[in-house]
């Protein structure tokens, strides 16, 4: 069983930056690859990035370039730095584990267990 607690979201303004942190229990975090996605109000939830066990790092085209997916498996924890902000950035963030790599790594259903998601507000 793996446990996942997000922390870091917030209000920010537009432009702003935000780092939510993800940790993690379980014995073998490192082997795990770890994403982040989000949902919007009235939205289906959405890829955000994924961060495997060698480190490489995958982001949705909507985010490449403002946000950075990172990990320290010391800590167990995997990070998720967000700059630029906008408002169309709004949404509960979740950071979600999967003990197994998938190439369609942007599907949901490809991920083991899931964090209670953290709110990111940006006001324009």
């Known amino acids: 069983q793996v446990q996942l607690v997000e922390s870091g979201g917030g209000l920010v303004q537009a432009g702003g930056s935000l780092r939510l942190s993800c940790a993690a229990s379980g014995r073998t975090f490192s082997s795990y690859s770890m994403g982040w996605f989000r949902q919007a109000p009235g939205k289906e939830r959405e890829f955000v990035g994924i961060i495997r066990s060698a480190g490489d790092t995958y982001y949705a085209d909507s985010v490449k370039g403002r946000f950075t997916i990172s990990r320290d498996n010391f800590k167990k924890t995997v990070y998720l730095q967000m700059n630029s902000l906008k408002p169309e950035d709004t949404a509960i963030y979740y950071c979600?584990?999967?003990?197994?790599?998938?190439?369609?790594?942007?599907?949901?259903?490809?991920?083991?267990?899931w964090g209670q998601g953290t709110q990111v507000t940006v006001s324009s």
């Open positions: 979600a584990a999967a003990l197994r790599y998938y190439s369609d790594y942007v599907q949901s259903r490809r991920y083991d267990y």
